[in-house]
């Protein structure tokens, strides 16, 4: 299978993958208000969720993290590396990413010029 590349592709899954979830959920929600006069609240939430017409499947597209994944960056590193001759900031390689609460970090890895 070639790989989806478009975003019409990908919201074409993501909606045939919807409509798998509610075929298979929507059988529990009508058993579940059928027999019971107030549904569980696990239920409506399904149901509420399914009507809404989102896109994000709670649990697994609703609770963003970000992943750290380092990418190496050349920055000006006064503090770790001096100033030259001509009174500039030296370079120096940093490894930037963002932590698990989206914030970006660079950490010092070592001195470009000496």
């Not at 107030?38 to 709670?58: T, V």
């Amino acid at each position: 299978m070639s790989s989806i590349k478009t975003p019409s592709k990908r919201r074409l899954l993501a909606t045939v993958a919807l409509v798998a979830i509610s075929c298979l959920t929507w059988p529990s929600v009508w058993a579940a208000e059928a027999d019971e006069p107030s549904a569980p609240a696990a239920s409506k939430a399904l149901r509420d969720w399914a009507l809404s017409g989102n896109l994000e499947i709670p649990g697994v597209t609703a609770c963003h993290q970000c992943e750290w994944r380092p990418k190496p960056n050349q920055m000006r590193a006064a503090d770790q590396c001096g100033v030259g001759p001509d009174g500039n900031p030296k370079l120096a390689e940093f490894e930037c990413g963002f932590s698990e609460d989206c914030k970006r970090v660079c950490n010092f890895v070592r001195c470009l010029t000496p």
